[in-house]
């Protein structure tokens, strides 16, 4: 009560030298107790409010980042749908002659492959 009453109730209280945690009965001090217990309720409303608020605004966000990630991991754009079957083609045409499908590993000519890659692709591959 000392905090939210106000000055006028604060300093009836010390002229009254009134101590803590004594049960106060007047009609003011009545009214002024719900008067800060209203203050006090408001104050917590908006700031629940506003946090609710705030959680509106990063939720919508996230919303928006999710949609985005899932578009882009889902996307099957022309770009991609042409390209991986050309891809595909063209990885066989020139690993065939390094690495058969029908061979075992130890006929695969590695050096060859290496090579390939590093012309093909720039990449370059370490064993």
Known sequence: MRIFAGDRVRAIMERLKMPDGEAIE?????????????????RNFDVRKQLLEYDDVANDQRKVIYQQRNDILEAQTPERADRQPARRARWKTWSAPTCPTDSVEEQWDLAGLEKALREEWQLDVCR
């Open 26 to 42: 007047a009609g003011i001090v009545t009214r002024s107790i719900e008067g800060a217990q209203r203050k006090v309720e408001a």
